[in-house]
């Protein structure tokens, strides 16, 4: 009888968001890619479209002017001399 062996990888915790330092602010911070990369992010209301932030060095970045009770999705990927990677998997928050 042959027997499968099944290894389940736990959740890969993509994207952190947390309440910025301001009213109307948030704080994201994504894994950093093994090699040299610059970080492209976009956020978009619900039920809007997607506004994209400039580049980023890091693989944080801080959202401004942000309107309070607000969901908001936001995605990043990283960009390296290979090319870009696949968008992240889409965190919701809203802020105070």
Do not use: C
Not at 29 to 48: F, H, L, N, Q, V
């Amino acid at each position: 009888m042959n027997r499968i062996h099944v290894i389940l990888k736990p959740p890969r915790r993509v994207l952190t968001v947390k309440q910025g330092r301001v009213s109307g602010s948030a704080h994201a911070y994504a894994p950093a890619a093994k090699t040299r990369a610059s970080y492209e992010w976009e956020y978009a209301p619900a039920g809007g479209a997607w506004i994209s932030l400039p580049f980023t060095l890091h693989a944080d970045v801080v959202l401004e002017g942000l309107a309070a009770g607000v969901l908001y999705f936001l995605r990043v990927r990283s960009v390296t001399k290979e090319g870009f990677s696949d968008w992240s998997e889409l965190v919701s928050f809203r802020v105070t």
